[in-house]
């Protein structure tokens, strides 16, 4: 059974730091992906790491302040967020899938999420204006 499992959210002043973490279980992930949900608003791929891809991307919104990582395999994969603004404020998800992706298409379609075969439950990520 593939499971991930997110850590690491919570609430942050403009400008601070968090560190999400995603352990991925039952699955050998060819790569990991981070989205984030704000409410009223589509699923967006922020971040993503994969094998052999020329990866890590990032969506243009997080660019310079948000760094994915992660190991070999990629089953605990980290989003260390800096600089926050109140519009990073989202349930951040990790997302990987049974078969190989190229993590620049993650980033680039803007529905991607719907090509992902498991997600995490989230966690909450608030930054008060």
């Known amino acids: 059974q593939v499971q991930l499992v997110e850590s690491g959210g919570g609430l942050v002043h403009p400008g601070g730091s968090l560190r999400l973490g995603c352990e991925v279980s039952?699955?050998?992930?060819?790569?990991v992906a981070w989205f984030r949900q704000a409410p009223g608003k589509e699923r967006e791929a922020v971040a993503c790491?994969?094998?052999?891809?020329?990866?890590?991307y990032y969506a243009d919104s997080v660019k310079g302040r948000f760094t994915i990582s992660g190991g070999e395999p990629l089953n605990a994969v980290h989003l260390q967020m800096s600089s926050l603004k109140p519009e990073d404020t989202a349930v951040y998800y990790c997302?990987?899938?049974?078969?190989?992706?190229?993590?620049?298409?993650?980033?680039?379609?803007?529905?991607?999420?719907?090509?992902?075969?498991?997600w995490g439950k989230g966690t909450q990520v608030t930054v008060p204006s």
């Open positions: 997302a990987t899938d049974r078969t190989p992706f190229h993590s620049q298409e993650i980033i680039s379609n803007p529905r991607s999420y719907a090509d992902m075969d498991f």
């Open positions: 039952g699955l050998d992930s060819y790569g």
């Open positions: 790491i994969g094998k052999g891809d020329g990866s890590p």
